[in-house]
Nanobody
Framework: QVQLVESGGGLVQAGGSLRLSCAAS????????VEWYRQPPGKQRELVAT???????RYADSVKGRFTISRDNAKNTVYLQMDSLKPEDTAVYCC????????????WGQGTQVTVSS
């Protein structure tokens, strides 16, 4: 059974930091493109960051320079380091893993809440 489990969310003041983790079981994340998405309250889900199997990264303009996505294949985990957090970063954050050889094979985690107070 494949599972993606996010952790690390919580309540933080503006300007603070959090590190989210996306831990996989049942698959090897080394062969998956992993993305972090977020869904703010009352808004649509948006792509935040992407990391390829080779470690290349891409970011939404709204988080560029503040968020860093990374992967540790030995731990089968992808991270999202979030610094200089703003109230508008408040959202449920989810990770998605897409198999590099077949994009129709992908998995979602359950999400973790991030709340940034002003």
């Amino acid at each position: 059974q494949v599972q993606l489990v996010e952790s690390g969310g919580g309540l933080v003041q503006a300007g603070g930091s959090l590190r989210l983790s996306c831990a996989a079981s049942g698959i090897g994340l080394g062969t998956y493109i992993v993305e972090w998405y977020r869904q703010p309250p009352g808004k649509q889900r948006e792509l935040v960051a992407t990391i390829t199997t080779r470690g290349a990264t891409r970011y939404a303009d709204s988080v560029k320079g503040r968020f860093t996505i990374s992967r540790d294949n030995a731990k089968n985990t992808v991270y999202l380091q979030m610094d200089s957090l703003k109230p508008e970063d408040t959202a449920v954050y989810c990770c998605n893993a897409q198999y590099v050889w077949n994009s129709s094979t992908n998995y979602w985690g359950q999400g973790t809440q991030v709340t940034v107070s002003s």
